[in-house]
């Protein structure tokens, strides 16, 4: 049976997010998964365009796509750490942000509307599914599933975010730099912590944390392997100035991972639960002993193997 995934992503900063999505739409076409839809996390009004094209290019332009919604991004202190982390992309090299590129390059020619709140668009997708059946991978901020958390029932659900979330949710794949048995993460996790403290910490089902990927490198096969028109090629082009380079693969793993499971390439450490720090951004697995743990994931596979075999779903041609 395929897997049931909502991908939840920031398609902003790191081109990693557009190698998961593509390696998604290759495990779909190849029967272990079922796109249910993709968020994107990040306060950019590029990320649901860039997902769309990317969706066309594989057949699936009906996949729905949500955004967040947050109206005082621009002031809101809770957000500073990634206006200034903009700010310091912009700085010292000429950026131009892929997500924007993607979407004036790959028009949507049917202008299949606008995109949908996200936290409206997870209730709506959860509420359609069986009872703890839904996969959701999380390469991005945990911002939407906060608010997911705290939803209240609408016409999709009477129950309220965390009880739809325990209901409806078999697990969730966060990737952050959770090291085990403690430390601190520089970026998803950093960038907002008052969502992660809360997602995290008050999480109603399971969830594994993955923070593999950095010495997996992958991307340079797209250029010789799949065509221009392909967008994925052309973000990574764009995100490394040139093609034939490789990038690190965190996004991809915790897909892999969430669509998989661990097999050979993955160990999962159990019988603890992470505890997030909002204020300091650091977090420690402390041992339980119920079933009511959190899974911290370890790679056991060698780099090149697991850059081969997502680097080989990242090429494989987008027709069904
Ligand atoms: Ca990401």
């Given at each position: ?19 998961a ?11 272990e ?23 066309r290019?594989?057949?699936?332009a009906?996949?729905?796509v ?29 950026y ?5 590129a ?27 599914q ?8 999380a ?35 966060t ?31 399971r ?39 490789s990038?690190?693969?965190?996004d991809?793993?915790?897909v ?28 420690e ?18 780099d090149?193997?697991?850059?081969g ?10 027709a069904?």
């Open positions: 049976m395929p897997v049931p995934i909502i991908l939840d992503t920031d398609i902003d900063t790191d081109c990693d997010d557009v190698g999505l593509a390696m998604l739409h290759a495990l779909a076409n190849n029967g998964a079922e796109i249910l839809g993709v968020i994107c996390d990040a306060p950019t009004v590029w990320g649901a365009p860039c997902i769309k094209a990317i969706n290019y594989y057949g699936r009906e996949t729905p949500g955004t967040i919604q947050v109206d005082d991004y621009e002031t809101n202190l809770r957000y500073e750490l990634y206006r200034q982390h903009l700010e310091l992309m912009g700085k010292g090299r000429v131009e942000p892929y997500n924007r993607i979407a004036q390059e790959f028009p949507d020619e049917n202008k299949t509307g606008e995109s949908e709140d996200g936290v409206a668009l997870y209730r709506k997708l959860l509420a359609e069986p009872d703890g059946s839904v996969v959701i991978a390469i991005g901020f945990l911002t939407v599933l906060e608010s997911l958390l705290d939803s209240a029932p609408d016409e999709h659900s009477s129950l309220g975010g965390t009880e739809l979330v325990r209901t409806k949710v078999k697990l969730l794949v990737m952050g730099g959770g090291s085990f048995p403690k430390g601190r993460d520089s970026f998803n996790w950093w960038m907002d912590k008052v969502a992660t403290g809360a997602v995290l910490n008050n999480w109603p089902a969830l594994a944390v993955s923070e593999w990927g950095g010495t997996i490198l992958t991307g340079a096969r797209l250029c010789t392997e799949t065509p221009e028109t392909n967008p994925v090629r052309r973000a990574y082009a764009i995100y490394l100035f040139g093609e034939s380079k990038r690190c693969s965190w991809q793993v915790a892999f991972y969430a669509v998989r499971g661990a097999r050979d390439y993955f160990t999962e450490i159990q019988g603890h639960r992470i505890h997030f720090s909002p204020d300091t951004g650091e977090h697995w402390l041992p339980v002993e119920n079933e009511d743990g959190h899974i911290s994931l370890q790679q056991a596979a060698s090149e193997t697991l850059a075999v997502i680097e080989d779903l990242m090429t494989q041609p987008a069904r």
